[in-house]
């Protein structure tokens, strides 16, 4: 792969953040772009030029895609998806913006940082076993957000030739520059604080270096045009995180284990190892993952 200049939206965020590290470490030149009031010390040292502004903001696209090669779309407006959702921001700040970024990147590469939320009914035809071929039929405005973004993705690269691709992570776990967002931080405080852990059902997890290396995998490859990829690494009940932490505490814990320890579907990961992503981390990971969290 050559060196190139990547221009990273939400470059001081969790993803981001971890993911100018391995451009960094690959040899690539990292422009990112901050709002006025993101932290930027953690990532100085790999981030040679910082942008300031919104993603939704125009204005200072200009600068972010001076140089650039390669832009990777990373973050989102997560204040306007909340409880309450502001519909009306919601599509221009996150769907609109994405895609009239996508326009002004042409003809750089984009890669695209989607989520698995994209599929919420899976059709009975796939047998239980995702694959990339699978139809985009997302539940709730997240999913179906990222899914309007990857429709402008795949028409940028058919009827342009734009390389554009798309990552799909799920739940991603890792230590976050924000510590008590990190996924197991408040297990770790019931846990310690001797609290009976209830919390039903599960999820799919997949560590933030996984991310990060399938991204900095697809920047500059010419085979990742046109394609998407799934990345899901294991599933694990709340009462598995809670029973690990335990463990690590050396401590009794009264945790509800009767949710069902397998998944209803499950992701194939052949495309993202093709990218020499192996998503074999399982529940070790979700240890290493713990044990560093109770390190800090």
């Known amino acids: 792969m050559s060196v190139m200049r990547?221009?990273?939206?939400?470059?001081?965020?969790?993803?981001?953040?971890?993911?100018?590290r391995h451009l960094h470490r690959a040899g690539h030149s990292v422009t990112g772009l901050v709002r006025t009031t993101s932290r930027r010390e953690h990532v100085e040292a790999v981030v040679d030029r910082f942008v300031v502004g919104d993603q939704a903001d125009a204005s200072a696209w200009p600068d972010l895609l001076e140089g650039a090669d390669c832009v990777v779309h990373n973050s989102v407006d997560w204040q306007i998806l909340g409880k309450h959702p502001d519909l009306d921001a919601h599509l221009q700040s996150n769907l609109v913006a994405s895609?009239?970024?996508?326009?002004?990147?042409?003809?750089?590469?984009?890669?695209?940082?989607?989520?698995v939320a994209v599929y919420h009914d899976i059709l009975p035809r796939w047998k239980g076993f995702v694959d990339e071929d699978h139809p985009l039929r997302p539940a709730g405005l997240y999913g179906a957000y990222k899914a309007a973004v990857e429709?402008?993705?795949?028409?940028?690269?058919?009827?342009?030739g734009q390389s554009t691709c798309a990552v799909r992570p799920c739940g991603v776990y890792g230590i976050d520059p924000n510590l008590k967002r990190s996924i197991g931080y408040p297990i770790i405080d019931d846990i310690r604080a001797g609290k009976p852990y209830r919390r039903a059902g599960g999820g799919k997890f997949v560590h933030v270096q996984d991310v990060a290396a399938a991204v900095t995998a697809a920047v500059g490859n010419?085979?990742?045009?046109?394609?998407?990829?799934n990345l899901v690494d294991c599933y694990a009940r709340w009462a598995d995180w809670?029973?690990?932490?335990?463990?690590?505490?050396?401590?009794?814990?009264?945790?509800?284990?009767?949710?069902?320890?397998h998944p209803v579907n499950e992701f194939s990961k052949e495309a993202v190892r093709s990218l020499g992503v192996m998503l074999d981390r399982g529940h070790d990971g979700i240890r290493d993952h713990l044990a560093a969290l109770l390190s800090q």
């Open 6 to 20: 990547v221009a990273i939206t939400g470059v001081s965020g969790f993803i981001g953040s971890v993911l100018a």
């Open 99 to 115: 895609i009239a970024l996508l326009v002004a990147a042409a003809p750089r590469q984009f890669v695209f940082v989607s989520t």
């Open 151 to 160: 429709a402008h993705l795949w028409d940028a690269h058919y009827r342009t």
């Open 222 to 229: 010419p085979e990742t045009a046109g394609k998407a990829y």
């Open 242 to 261: 809670a029973a690990i932490t335990a463990e690590l505490l050396g401590v009794e814990a009264d945790i509800d284990m009767s949710s069902p320890d």
